[in-house]
């Protein structure tokens, strides 16, 4: 289950086959294998060793995806980091996973300076950057890289339970966790999304949000292991993806919730350009149904839905069942078993609501040097998700809110998704998001903040007045409603409701 030998397998058998596209760089197997022989070795001529800890700061660029492959070739564990932190949170992470190598981009070179000191473990030569740098001793990737052989690197000799990488949680519920994936894990991320969205060496996949996030992962792997062509964009922009899946006949891609919305939102939005699209996935958080039905009205037989956590449990609305079950957010895959458990853990029977818990193969093996929290998250074998919902009979999994999310008013659950669902109704609504904020009446009541299509087409009083008469309960009724322009989102695109509930919960961390 060695990850590393998928590369030099599609050489051997398909060596001139398009395998990364980005920007003006379209590159076949063989190229795109020399670029990650070169980095692999040069990796191992820093001294760098099987298990060592390789840090990435760095935007969706190929020096990104060419470290993922590379560490997969020689043993290291590659740590991606998320390009919006900043200072002490930045070394923070690089000390909690003891890396010795970081490869980040120019951007990061004055930030990193700042905390050299705070990150001992990094010596001066394993600072590696994609540009130009000020501090001493640092390497220049393209130059390093240039001066490496692109021979393959000596076998490493992996095995399945050898980490491949650690991937930070978002910190949006406390402090960040370094979520642990093995070989053999990835390779389960290869062949089951690989027959769950229908690829084959054919397919042609794009992807526009940040890689460095775990939902990456869910098109990048299966599209390495069928040798399909991936396309990496800098960023996601409705115009430009639109002329990418036309000019390219994508087939498959994989987005944000947030991405979604604003695809269906812009002008250039064409049904007949995306048309070579056989499957459009969304993960990281609830699509709310008024965009599930648009997208698929608009491209019919192409929607798939994915609830899942990093640490490794999951379901998928499949498309063909999503006629059937459009509220549903599917079944767990095969091999992985779903229960709903009350909060003494006795399982529920079908349409009781509670915490969803899970396990199958690709479950993490722990957070990284955190036992406690491992055993916290992981009973008898079971993933507590945290998360609510409930199945039906036919064992389909509906989410019902995020436990952290849900609101007690008046000593009554309130669950913001189904708040959001009226307000996304409401044509002057772009997008959005319900949180609880402090009530001397009733503890929590809640806030919605909202995005609009068009500024100024509504007030957020009449906004108010809108959603309050449209709700089923009284609890269920907005104290307020903040316009936004946009709002606080993770690389991966998700809202940060606990960035935006902060101003109103300082010093009660209860809420934090």
Known sequence: MNIGSLLPRHVQHRPEHTAVVFGDHRLTFLEFNSRVNRLANALLGLGVKKGDKIATILPNCLPLLETYWAVAKTGAIVVPLSSLLRGKALASLIGDCEAQTIIASDDFAETLATVKKEIPRVADDHFVFTGSSPLLGSQNYNDLTRRASDDEPPDAAIVDDDLYNIIYSSGTTGSPKGIVHTHYIRACYCMMFAST???????????????????????????????????????????????????????????????????????????????????????????????????????????????????????????????AKPGSVGLPQPFFEMRIINDAGKELPARQIGEIVGRGPALMPGYYKRPDLTAQAIVDGWLRTGDVGYADEDGFLYLVDRRKDMIISGGINVYPKDIEEIIVQHPAV????????????????????????????????????????????????????????????????????????EPYWAGRDERM
């Open 197 to 323: 969205w229908r690829m084959s060496p054919e397919s042609v996949v794009l992807h526009c949000g940040s890689i460095v996030f775990n939902g990456a992962f869910l098109t990048l792997m299966p599209s390495m292991y069928l040798g399909a062509t991936y396309i990496l964009a800098k960023a996601f922009e409705p115009q430009s993806f639109v002329e990418v899946v036309e000019r390219e006949q994508v087939t498959h891609t994989m987005m944000v919730p947030s991405q979604i919305v604003a695809l269906l939102d812009s002008p250039y939005f064409s049904a007949d350009a995306l048309k070579s699209l056989e499957m459009i996935g969304t993960v990281g958080a609830p699509l709310h149904m008024e965009h599930k039905e648009k997208l698929s009205r608009l491209l019919p037989n192409r929607f798939y839905e994915l609830y899942g956590l990093t640490e490794g449990f999951l379901t998928v609305l499949d498309k063909t069942h999503y006629a």
């Open 430 to 501: 772009r997008e959005a998001a319900v949180f609880g904020i402090p009530s001397e009446k009733w503890g929590e009541t809640p806030l919605a903040a909202v995005i609009l299509r068009q500024e100024g087409s509504i007030t957020a009083d009449e906004l108010r007045h809108w959603i309050n008469e449209r709700v089923d309960a009284k609890n269920q009724r907005v104290h307020e409603v903040k316009i936004m322009e946009d709002f606080p989102r993770s690389t991966a695109g998700k809202t940060l409701k606990r960035t935006l509930r």
